[in-house]
């Protein structure tokens, strides 16, 4: 709008003052008018339609300015009526199209207001069909079989709908032809001439009438030619062509000699009357043709340049002619391709900078128009922004954008965004022109810090020395200023968390965290705490991160013995038969370590052993087992002491006293393989065969007794040796399935010649004996 105030400057300013009404009419008001009105015709009160007085448009400076500065209609200011301004011809202003409509806008200042207005364009019968050539001939052979019919081109008319034509007839009427009217589309309609009787060149050579073209105006309009018949002989073959309607492009500005599209035919016909020759038939208001037609290949070339604005299609009548007089004919449409030569241009009418970085979504920064010289596809304009993550392009009116924002901004992220709008048109290839807006991002208090990691986990040894520095938080606030001053702090427990340890310090300057006392790994072996960053903001933003402190262990536990228990006085005995074999397994030592890692890892040595020849230690298991049999110089108990030691650094250890009893009598044990049932039936005999054991052994104790005293009593009564004292060695088997005992023969010689007190003791030392093996037989058992 505005274009015909003056200045580039002045049509800007009236445009943005135009845009920021905050009522427009989205309506249009519309009216029609009749074409050809004499000037001055009354086209309809716009005033009144508008809601105006005359007064008001007269104060207002009211005018009409339509886009193409063009003025077809003229408003009396001083009645409010809208009247033609000059001649109106439909057809020079809308060609054939179907509607015409005229639009334009009327302009009021004092507010800046606008209505748009649209006047329909009516047609009337003012043309007449008129017939591309004033005379046609036909030859006609006269064997042609009743029924056959000849195209001839159309007249046209340039009026549209009723005012079209609409019927044809043959005056004076023929007895020979009538005519056929077909119409197909708005802009194509076939006409036949019908053979109704058949001819006969020796009665008739030839003949003549008028085809005449009505249209259905009213009054009607005609138009007339003259059909000039030929009958010759036999040509039983017209050419056919290949379509009826040929379509082709071709841009405007191809060079002239360029084929536009080849028109094909055949006839079946041999010799002369087989041979095609193509030309134009005279087309109506195109007598300045720019395509010729090759003769004998039927291409039709450019002969001149064609220019897409003047016309933007051409419609060709082509007629194939054998040497026999037969013709065809057929349509060849050309359409013109226009040329994209017209990048789009864009006009800025507001524009604001800077924006506040908390500015709402949708705030207009900048309203602009775009506009393209070119027409069709190669008008049609799209905008497009580089950057749409925080603006967006918004249609406003027409060919109006708004540039708004659809985000939260963040100067902290970029300070100053540089816009860069797209106009392409849909040209092939498209025509571009950009625009770029600078938008300035002024700054609030809207970030809070960021620490430079989401969580932090340091290291201490455990055993550290007090107030040990163990690591250090950072964080960074984008603001600027008060804004981007962070101090730290530990975070309050809440009471739903579990309480964390109190031996975590942070520096409120430079986020420098302590252990402010020694820790145990044993006790604690990791804690968590939260440090918040605050910036002094007003108020203040802070965020939280949580630290993780991981106690890494020293090697300060020696292993602990667990098997063979080192509390037991005296130390744990463990039966080794005599028989056993090299690798004979006797105990396992089991030992463990409160450390941790490679401190933890434990390994067995043989410290000392009665016999260090006869024993080994596994390093990694612990297993204590003979490393020789045992021989009959080897002592019956012997004493061993296993070392174990971790593998800190330095190491650590603690050590395993045991002790192993060599049982000859063992190595005639057989452990027989029995099933479940029989190992409890095997325990049931076990345990009575115990019972009578220890029955049989009181019996011979008291008997044992008895006789010791009665031998006493006789002593003192006569004198003489003691009778021979049989000592007995009662051996129980390890794991014996049926409990079997043995009396044995005398153990030492000393027992033929004892005295009653030497006897005693003998007894007691066998009643001890006893008891041991009761022991053992409870651990065998």
Not at 35 to 60: H, Y
Not at 87 to 97: A, N
Request: with cysteine.
């Amino acid at each position: 709008m505005c274009l015909s105030s003056g200045s580039g400057r002045k049509q800007v300013l009236c445009l943005s003052a135009f845009l920021s009404l905050p009522l427009v009419r989205s309506v249009p008001i519309r009216y029609s008018v009749a074409e050809e009105a004499e000037s001055g015709s009354l086209v309809g009160n716009l005033a009144e339609d508008a809601g105006l007085t005359p007064a008001q448009l007269s104060a207002r400076r009211a005018r009409l300015v339509s886009e193409d500065g063009r003025q077809h209609f003229r408003l009396e200011r001083g009645s409010g009526r809208l009247v033609v301004a000059g001649r109106l011809d439909r057809e020079e202003l809308c060609g054939q199209s179907a509607t015409c409509m005229l639009p334009f806008e009327l302009l009021l200042a004092n507010p800046l207001q606008f209505f748009r207005v649209e006047v329909a364009l009516e047609d009337i019968n003012d043309h007449s069909p008129v017939f591309p050539e004033e005379r046609v001939i036909f030859k006609i052979l006269e064997s042609s079989d009743p029924g056959s019919r000849f195209p001839l081109e159309a007249a046209r008319d340039m009026d549209i709908g009723s005012n079209s034509i609409h019927t044809y007839s043959i005056s004076p009427e023929n007895e020979h032809f009538s005519v056929s009217f077909e119409s197909h589309t708005e802009s194509y309609s076939s006409v036949e001439l019908i053979l109704e009787k058949p001819l006969d060149r020796e009665e008739q050579s030839e003949m003549r009438f008028s085809l005449l073209a009505v249209d259905g105006g009213s009054p009607p309009k005609s138009g007339t030619t003259e059909v000039y018949i030929i009958v010759v002989d036999v040509n039983d073959n017209a050419p056919i062509f290949t379509q009826k309607i040929y379509v082709g492009q071709v841009l405007e500005n191809s060079p002239v000699g360029s084929v536009v599209l080849s028109v094909s035919a055949t006839d079946e016909d041999a010799g002369v009357n087989g041979d095609i020759s193509y030309e134009f038939s005279q087309t109506v208001g195109q007598s300045d043709n720019p395509f010729a037609i090759d003769s004998i290949s039927g291409e039709i070339k450019l002969t001149k340049a064609l220019d897409f604005e003047e016309a933007q299609s051409h419609e060709l009548s082509v007629r194939a002619v054998d040497g026999g007089g037969l013709s065809a004919m057929c349509k060849a449409l050309v359409e013109v391709v226009d040329v994209n030569d017209n990048a789009p241009e864009l006009v800025v009418s507001s524009f604001s900078s800077p924006l506040p970085e908390n500015t709402v979504a949708g705030t207009v920064v900048a309203l602009f128009s775009v506009r393209d010289r070119d027409s069709g596809a190669n008008g049609k304009i799209s905008c497009a922004l580089d950057d749409q993550l925080f603006f967006s392009l918004r249609p406003a009116y027409k060919n109006y954008y708004e540039l708004v924002t659809v985000s939260a901004l963040d100067r902290e992220e970029t300070a100053q965004y540089m816009l860069t709008v797209t106009a392409a048109d849909a040209g092939s290839p498209p025509l571009t022109s950009t625009h770029t807006f600078t938008v300035d991002i002024s700054d609030v208090n809207d970030n809070a810090p960021v620490f430079n990691q989401t969580s932090y986990t340091m290291y201490v040894r455990e055993n550290n020395v007090p107030a040990v520095l163990v690591g250090a938080v950072s964080a960074a606030d984008a603001d600027v200023g008060l804004n981007a001053k962070v101090t730290y702090s530990l975070a309050p427990v809440q009471p739903a968390e579990q309480r964390s340890c109190s031996c975590i310090s942070v520096n409120s300057e430079n986020g420098h965290v302590f252990v402010l006392r020694p820790l145990d790994y044993e006790q604690l072996r990791q804690t968590e705490v939260t440090v918040s960053a605050s910036d002094a903001g007003s108020p203040p933003l802070r965020a939280n991160v949580t630290v993780r402190l991981v106690v890494l262990d020293e090697n300060d536990n020696a292993p602990l013995v667990l098997y063979p228990a080192q509390d037991s006085s005296p130390p744990s005995t463990e039966l080794v038969p005599v028989s056993a074999e090299a690798g004979y397994l006797i105990t396992k030592v089991v030992a463990v370590d409160a450390d941790s890692g490679q401190n933890s890892w434990l390994s067995y040595h043989l410290l000392r052993a009665t016999e260090p020849g006869l024993f080994t230690v596994a390093v990694q298991s612990g297993e204590v087992r003979l490393r020789r049999p045992v021989t009959e110089r080897d002592t019956v108990k012997q004493k061993l002491v296993v070392l174990v030691r971790d593998n800190g650094k330095p190491a650590l250890s603690a050590t395993a006293a045991l002790s192993a009893l060599l049982l000859k009598d063992l190595s005639d044990v057989r452990l027989p393989h029995s099933s479940p049932a029989t190992e409890d039936e095997g325990g049931s005999l076990t345990t009575y065969l115990i019972i009578s054991l220890v029955f049989v052994s009181l019996l011979f104790l008291i008997s044992t007794v008895v006789f010791v005293f009665a031998r006493c009593a006789r002593e003192r009564t006569a004198a003489g040796t003691l009778p021979r004292a049989y000592c007995y060695e009662i051996s129980l088997t390890t794991g014996s399935g049926n409990s079997e005992f043995k009396f044995l023969k005398p153990m030492s010689p000393a027992c033929h010649h004892s005295t009653a007190p030497r006897a005693r003791v003998l007894l007691m030392n066998r009643i001890s004996l006893f008891k041991k093996d009761i022991e053992f037989s409870h651990i065998f058992f």
